[in-house]
Every structure is written in structure tokens, then in C-alpha cells.
């Protein structure tokens, strides 16, 4: 499956965004979906999983603010992203497996290619 992650853009802190991730090849209603960011000079970490039968997980940084949603319709997976931090500045990934929904970015197979998200204060 390739993925495609847009979106991204600069915004005042406690404005929104939405990031979404595009799939083809492979139909995503089979496929558990995160979503994963990385700052500079930092580890990439978990945001927010959705897998195939429903179920969400949330970072606690983020949970309240951001909201991960699925069209399976339009073979996409959105990321909304509401009262943003300058901490969340980073770029985004999305990424998917088909056997686990997980916080851990080493078990995704499929990663889309980023998208940057900037957060002034």
C-alpha cells in the first residue's frame, strides 16, 4: 500500500488543522492506521491509532485535541488537529498494518512520506 500525507501547513497556536493520508493500491478498511510525528533532533512518537474495527488510541499529549478518523469511501485517514501547541510542531506521518494497531512505530509496515505541521506562539 503507498500512502500520502497532506495538510500540513503553518498556523497560530490554537488554530486547527487537518491532516490527511491518502492511500492506493491496497483498500485501508482492512488495515489498522497511526498516525506518528517526529520534531527535530527528536524520536519519532505515536499521536493516534485507528484500527480496522473501530477502536482509537491517543498520545496523552494530544488526547481532547486531536481526533483520528477513517473514510473507508475515499480509502483515507484523516488526523484533526484542534487548540495546537507550538510542542506539536513536527512533521506528521501516517503509516499502516494490516495485523496490528499499535503506539510502537517499528510495528506499521506501510509509511507515508510526511508532512510538516508548524506551530507559532
Known amino acids: 500500500v503507498q500512502l500520502q500525507a497532506s495538510g500540513g501547513g503553518l498556523v497560530q497556536a490554537g488554530g486547527s488543522l487537518r491532516l490527511s493520508c491518502a492511500a492506493s493500491?491496497?483498500?485501508?478498511?482492512?488495515?489498522?492506521m497511526g498516525w506518528f510525528r517526529q520534531a527535530p533532533g527528536q524520536e519519532r512518537e505515536f499521536v493516534a491509532a485507528?484500527?480496522?474495527?473501530?477502536?482509537?488510541y491517543y498520545a496523552d499529549s494530544v488526547k481532547g485535541r486531536f481526533t483520528i478518523s477513517r473514510d473507508n469511501a475515499k480509502n483515507a485517514v484523516y488526523l484533526q488537529m484542534d487548540s495546537l501547541k507550538p510542542e506539536d510542531t513536527a512533521v506528521y506521518y501516517c503509516?499502516?498494518?494490516?495485523?496490528?494497531?499499535?503506539?510502537?512505530?517499528?510495528?506499521?509496515?506501510?509509511w507515508g512520506q510526511g508532512t510538516q505541521v508548524t506551530v507559532s506562539s
Open positions: 485507528n484500527g480496522w474495527s473501530g477502536s482509537t
Open positions: 493500491g491496497r483498500t485501508l478498511s482492512s488495515y489498522n
Open positions: 503509516a499502516a498494518d494490516p495485523s496490528v494497531v499499535s503506539i510502537k512505530a517499528n510495528e506499521y509496515d506501510w
